[in-house]
């Protein structure tokens, strides 16, 4: 079976740029999540989609990122204009469905440096 | 709120010794437990969960009991590998409600042969 597909796997990009993470989740999972990890920290979720509407986003910065799941299949992520603190791992994972034993599996991730 | 706390890395040890790596949580309800691990160059993969209250979990040698009284789902091996150098995250997913997995800051372990 097929993992979680992300790209790319680096991007550099200059403060003020726009940048787009891209995800592919597991054939048949519902539930799509989208976490930031910055250095030393455990991810933080940025937004969580049930088929192709957003159930979670309360800790997406929304004047700059952006994020959308059209056809409820891949995802993604943006981030328009970037900021330095924006530096970390952008990581997406899916799950079956939103039940409470569901196991999500992880993407390797997209880490992003802004200089 | 809801969070996870756990010990602050890293943690080095010598092949063969016992590891213990603390996590508590806070939660409204009641939650699932997890351990994640993220081995170098790799994308975070679950290691073990458990559901429900004296529920242990266990995988590749480590476990975890969910212990409600203490809020803690501390985790162990009784001897470990040099193989097992990776950091290790704490998460729950809260009941009620689609899943929202929250994550601890993370525990990196260095093991010495």
């Known amino acids: 079976e097929a993992g979680v597909a992300q790209s790319p796997r680096y991007k550099i990009i200059e403060k003020r740029q726009s940048v787009a993470f891209w995800c592919n989740p597991i054939?048949?999972?519902?539930?799509l999540y989208w976490y930031q990890q910055i250095l030393g920290q455990g991810p933080k979720l940025l937004i969580q989609?049930?088929?192709?509407?957003?159930?979670?986003d309360s800790q997406l910065p929304k004047d700059r990122f952006s994020a959308e799941r059209l056809k409820g299949v891949d995802s993604t992520l943006k981030i328009q204009p970037a900021k330095l603190e924006d530096s970390a791992v952008y990581l997406c994972?899916?799950?079956?469905?939103?039940?409470?034993?569901?196991?999500?599996?992880f993407g390797q991730g997209t880490r992003l440096t802004v200089v | 709120g809801n969070s996870v706390t756990q010990m602050e890395g890293p943690v080095t040890l010598s092949e063969e010794a016992f590891l213990t790596i603390n996590c508590t949580y806070t939660?409204?309800?009641?939650?699932?437990l997890f351990w994640y691990v993220q081995y170098p160059g790799e994308g975070l993969q679950l290691l073990l969960k458990?559901?429900?209250?004296?529920d242990k979990g266990s995988n590749k040698g480590f476990e975890a009991t969910y212990r409600k009284e203490t809020t803690s789902f501390h985790l162990e091996k009784g001897s470990v590998q040099v193989s097992d150098s990776a950091v290790y995250f704490c998460?729950?997913?809260?009941?009620?409600?689609?899943?929202?997995?929250?994550f601890g800051a993370g525990t990196r372990l260095a093991v010495h042969p």
């Open positions: 994972a899916s799950s079956v469905t939103g039940t409470l034993n569901t196991e999500a599996f």
């Open positions: 054939s048949g999972h519902a539930t």
């Open positions: 989609f049930q088929n192709n509407g957003v159930v979670d």
């Open positions: 939660a409204t309800g009641y939650p699932s």
């Open positions: 458990a559901t429900k209250a004296d």
């Open positions: 998460a729950l997913i809260l009941s009620g409600g689609y899943n929202k997995l929250i």
